[in-house]
Nanobody, 114 residues
Framework: QVQFVESGGGSVQPGGSLRLSCLVS????????VGWYRQFPGKERGLVAS???????DYAGSVKGRFAISRDNANGRMYLQMDNLKPEDTAVYYC????????WGQGTRVTVSS
């Protein structure tokens, strides 16, 4: 079983930056890629950034040019650098494999507000 633990969320003003971190543990041998998801209130989780083992990186259109995903395989970590944050980025952010699997972590909340 693979476990994901997110951290690094917080409250920032529009235009600010945050760096999310994900600690990944367990058997990663069957995982082809990992990614960051976010969930708005009352909505399903959606994938915002992903990185495969090749690595191939992809972003949702709404975050392209502002967010950057990276991974440190040696230390079992994945990151999401978020710059030029907007109020519409306010959400709970999760890391998971792509495609995702249970269990999900608790997520980390990001609030962008003036």
């Amino acid at each position: 079983q693979v476990q994901f633990v997110e951290s690094g969320g917080g409250s920032v003003q529009p235009g600010g930056s945050l760096r999310l971190s994900c600690l990944v543990s367990g058997d990663m041998s069957s995982i082809l890629g990992v990614g960051w998801y976010r969930q708005f209130p009352g909505k399903e989780r959606g994938l915002v950034a992903s990185i495969t083992n090749e690595p191939i990186i992809d972003y949702a259109g709404s975050v392209k040019g502002r967010f950057a995903i990276s991974r440190d395989n040696a230390n079992g970590r994945m990151y999401l650098q978020m710059d030029n944050l907007k109020p519409e980025d306010t959400a709970v952010y999760y890391c998971n494999s792509v495609p995702p699997r249970e269990p999900w972590g608790q997520g980390t909340r990001v609030t962008v507000s003036s």
